[in-house]
């Protein structure tokens, strides 16, 4: 089993910055990626950002030059830096990992950027 905890979401005003980390545990022999999406009231769950053990990035375009991912493979531990943020960066933030082929999920974190 893999369990993914999160932490460091919160409420900030637009413009301001957050630090989001994500840490892997359990048995992860064969880590492939790790990731953050993101859901908001009333939508789908989404993709914002994603990078490969191997540092290969991508984001979502409403994210790219405001965020950035990065990861340590062998502490199993990914983080989305978050910068400018605006209100509709709100949203719960889940961490995800790949691990074997198989996807994890964590708990989730909230985000809510204010006026």
């Known amino acids: 089993q893999v369990q993914l905890v999160e932490s460091g979401g919160g409420l900030v005003q637009a413009g301001g910055s957050l630090r989001l980390s994500c840490v892997g545990s359990?048995?992860?022999?064969?880590?492939?990626?790790m990731g953050w999406y993101r859901q908001a009231p009333g939508k789908q769950r989404e993709l914002v950002a994603r990078?490969?053990?191997?540092?290969?990035?991508n984001y979502a375009d409403s994210v790219k030059d405001r965020f950035t991912i990065a990861i340590d493979s062998v502490k199993n531990t990914v983080w989305l830096q978050m910068n400018s943020l605006k209100v509709e960066d709100t949203a719960v933030y889940y961490c995800?990992?790949?691990?074997?082929?198989?996807?994890?999920w964590g708990q989730g974190t909230q985000v809510t950027v204010s006026l």
């Open positions: 995800n990992a790949r691990v074997n082929g198989l996807p994890y």
């Open positions: 359990g048995s992860i022999f064969n880590l492939n990626a």
């Open positions: 990078i490969s053990s191997g540092g290969s990035r």
